[in-house]
T-cell receptor, first 114, second 115 residues
């Protein structure tokens, strides 16, 4: 089945230690998104790629970076995780439908910072 | 700019009772509207979407929603709640044209189903 895959599902890192989260897709979608979701809150868009074009949200901290080496893969790098970065990180993909983009979400990676 | 308001951060129903989760949107252009469900420690799953075709939209798991332009609403309903419906539900809007590849989410409604 076509899907969005996130690895690992659970990640524990130390305060200040760089960490990378991975997302892959078999849907061949143009757009890939990274969201941060804290407990009992809505997902917050960090950035997205439209093909190779990177689009950062204005309020995304510089501590968060992303790479998309090819259509299928996208990575979220957190350069120096703080305690406030502990959250669920969701990857999503989409491709143009008839005037709209339906987003498909992966299962998420829960990041714990110790 | 668009926005979404979900009335009630927590809704509790008995098994077999009607489920009604409320969503109102604000949009300067015709919107596309989505309902997503999220189970604990999982990603978001699309329940249903309104894309300017039929105003009454049927989704998965017996859910449906009706787009009412005059009320700027897109409420989610299910005639009979099941224990497995307990989850967080998010309403989301995207705009037609322009930056329509982004979603604006409501704050979510946690649905509890009591036996």
């Amino acid at each position: 089945d076509a899907m969005v895959i996130q690895n690992p599902r659970y990640q524990v890192t130390q305060f200040g230690k760089p960490v990378t989260l991975s997302c892959s897709q078999t849907l061949n979608h143009n757009v890939m998104y990274w969201y941060q979701q804290k407990s009992s809150q809505a997902p917050k868009l960090l950035f997205h790629y439209y093909d190779k074009d990177f689009n950062n949200e204005a309020d995304t901290p510089d501590n968060f970076q992303s790479r998309r080496p090819n259509t299928s893969f996208c990575f979220l790098d957190i350069r120096s995780p703080g305690l406030g970065d502990a959250a669920m990180y969701l990857c999503a993909t989409s491709s143009p439908g008839v005037g709209y983009y339906e987003q498909y979400f992966g299962p998420g990676t829960r990041l714990t910072v110790t | 700019a668009q926005s979404v308001t979900q009335l009630g951060s927590h809704v509790s129903v008995s098994e077999g009772a009607l489920v009604l989760l409320r969503c109102n949107y604000s949009s300067s252009v015709p919107p596309y509207l989505f309902w997503y469900v999220q189970y604990p420690n999982q990603g978001l799953q699309l329940l249903l979407k309104y894309t300017s075709a039929a105003t009454l939209v049927k989704g998965i798991n017996g859910f449906e929603a009706e787009f009412k332009k005059s009320e700027t609403s897109f409420h989610l309903t299910k005639p009979s709640a099941h224990m497995s419906d307990a989850a967080e539900y998010f309403c989301a809007v995207s705009l037609s044209g322009g930056s329509n590849y982004k979603l604006t989410f409501g704050k979510g409604t946690l649905l509890t189903v009591n036996p």
